[in-house]
Every structure is written in structure tokens, then in C-alpha cells.
């Protein structure tokens, strides 16, 4: 054996050795990545601790309320799981959240006292979220949060290009063929009339600035007021079996998101008038009928009070 044999061999042993402890030193960092990948994808746990945090954090929350006494939760909460790899691959700004209701009972109030309920929540009404119904399968979720991520207030705000819709259009169609519409083309479909619909509120609330800035300051009053109190959302039509209520909402939200784009121009973020103008009509009817219930309330109270004989609490 020569000895530029041996010094070859001796350099092959000792690149070998070096790239084994590099490759052991970095064997830390990469299952730190892996972890950290792995946590993304997993749903949070929220408590009564974390939920009102963790959901007005969040531009859109998905969050899967069970108790281990419903039927197939287990089932149910590893088709959720699935879910969220998904739509948290697609969205990673979103969150995907579950609730043990045994452990942290009050939080029934955001579900509609099922032992199984997935709500879907946007940061600014917490206590108004929507129920999932679309098909409980990943891609079913996955499907209704393409749709549910347009009405985020960043999505809402943020402009198509018209002409790259176009393109974007034609050049499916041109590889579509004869094979038909595309998922693509539909997907096009749908922005470009999601497109128009912010349009027409704009050019709506161009021509109410333009005869007094009051009036799109209770326009926003107004729709904040009815969101916040609003009813009955999943709900659907027993005629044509549409969800309108929660149609409405969605709607509602988008034209207030564009008031406050609006007034923030007017306003500093955090001053913009609450209710500090004269209310409208309907607002003080809305004020009228709640405190005339109150004291229709309260003469019941004390009428059956006198009737038993008891005392008020």
C-alpha cells in the first residue's frame, strides 16, 4: 500500500466522520422543525383561559366543541384534525381549535348545545359565530373555509385585478377544452362576482359621503349594532332551504368592514365615533321597545310576586 493510498484512504475516513457529527448536530434543529411543523398542523386546546384570546387573534377560527359523552367523538375530533392539516396548509393564519366541554362547561355558550358542534368565529364577533354546515370531511372544510375567508376583513379589503381575472379565465378555458368548466374557472367565477359585490357598496357609499360624512358614520353604527345582536344564524330558509340569516351576516360584515375602511381616513384607528351621533329612527325604536319590555318585565315579576304571596329575589 502506498502511502498516497493510505493518505487518500485516512481523508476519506475523516470526511466521513466529520459529515456524521455534522449530520448529528443538525439532527436537532431538524426535529425542532419537524415538531414545530407537527404543532402547526395539530388543533389548539382552548380553555376559558385562551379562547376569547386565541379567537380575537385570529382573522378566521374553526373550533370543534365536543364532550366525551357524545357519541363518536373520538371519530369526530380525528376527521377534524385531518380538517385543519389541510386548511391550516392553505391558511396558516388561521386557527383550528377544539374545546373539551366537559373540562371547561361555560364555553357552551358559543356552540347550540349539541354534544358536537363546529363554529366558525371571526375576531370581531366572538359571541356571533357560525355554524359549520357544510360536509364534515377535510375537504368539505377545507372547501367552506376558501368560502368563509373571503368575509375576513383583510380578504374584504384586498382588490382583484379585473384583468388578471381575465386572463387568469381564459387560459383555464383554453386548457379545459372540451372537457368542460374547470374548478379553476368556477373559482374565477366566484371572485370576480364577489369582486362586483364590493363594488356596488362602494360606489353606494361614494354617493352617501358625498351629500354628509354623518351618514356613513350610522351606517356603520347601525350595522355594528345588528351584528352584534344578531339571531338565529344557522337557521336555513324552509322554503328554499338557504341559510339567509347567516347570508345576511356575512353581507353585513362586508359593508361594515368597507364604512370603517372608509372612516378610518376620517378617524384615528381607535376614536372613531361609537354611537356619538343623534341614533337613527331605528335605533331609537330598537332602545324604545327594549326598555318597555323591561318594564312590562318587571310589573309581571311583581304581580306574580303579589299573587304567591312571595318575596322579590
Avoid at 376569547?52 to 378566521?60: A, G, V
Avoid at 367565477?189 to 357598496?201: I, S
Avoid at 335605533?283 to 299573587?307: I, P
Wanted: overall charge negative.
Amino acid at each position: 500500500m502506498t502511502t498516497t493510498t493510505i493518505t487518500t484512504r485516512l481523508c476519506r475516513m475523516v470526511l466521513a466522520l466529520f459529515a456524521v457529527m455534522v449530520g448529528t448536530a443538525m439532527l436537532p434543529h431538524v426535529n425542532a422543525e419537524l415538531t414545530a411543523a407537527a404543532e402547526v398542523s395539530t388543533p389548539t386546546k382552548l380553555t376559558m383561559a385562551n379562547f376569547r384570546d386565541q379567537t380575537q387573534s385570529h382573522p378566521l377560527s374553526y373550533v370543534l366543541f365536543y364532550t366525551k359523552r357524545g357519541r363518536e367523538w373520538e371519530e369526530t375530533l380525528a376527521v377534524f384534525t385531518s380538517g385543519c392539516e389541510l386548511m391550516l396548509a392553505e391558511y396558516p393564519g388561521m386557527l383550528c381549535g377544539t374545546v373539551d366541554l366537559d373540562d371547561n362547561t361555560p364555553l357552551t355558550l358559543y356552540t347550540k348545545y349539541n354534544s358536537l358542534d363546529l363554529m366558525v368565529f371571526y375576531p370581531d364577533f366572538v359571541p356571533t359565530p357560525l355554524r359549520f354546515h357544510g360536509k364534515f370531511t377535510p375537504e368539505g372544510m377545507l372547501k367552506s373555509a376558501d368560502f368563509y375567508g373571503r368575509y375576513t376583513t383583510d380578504y374584504m379589503l384586498t382588490w382583484a385585478n379585473p384583468k388578471d381575472l381575465v386572463d387568469q379565465f381564459m387560459q383555464d378555458f383554453k386548457r379545459a377544452g372540451n372537457n368542460g368548466e374547470s374548478l379553476n374557472m368556477t373559482a374565477v367565477v366566484h371572485e370576480a362576482a364577489f369582486h362586483a359585490k364590493k363594488m356596488a357598496v362602494y360606489v353606494e357609499y361614494l354617493e352617501l359621503l358625498k351629500q354628509d360624512l354623518a351618514h356613513l358614520v350610522e351606517v356603520s353604527n347601525t350595522l355594528r349594532y345588528s351584528l352584534h345582536n344578531s339571531k338565529d344564524l344557522e337557521k336555513r330558509n324552509a322554503t328554499s332551504g338557504a341559510y339567509d340569516n347567516e347570508a345576511a351576516f356575512l353581507d353585513q360584515k362586508m359593508r361594515l368592514a368597507i364604512a370603517d375602511d372608509f372612516l378610518q381616513h376620517m378617524f384615528p384607528k381607535k376614536s372613531m365615533p361609537r354611537l356619538s351621533l343623534k341614533p337613527s329612527k331605528f335605533l331609537q325604536e330598537q332602545e324604545a321597545d327594549r326598555k318597555l319590555q323591561a318594564v312590562l318585565d318587571a310589573a309581571a315579576k311583581v304581580a306574580q310576586a303579589q299573587e304567591s304571596g312571595g318575596e322579590l329575589m
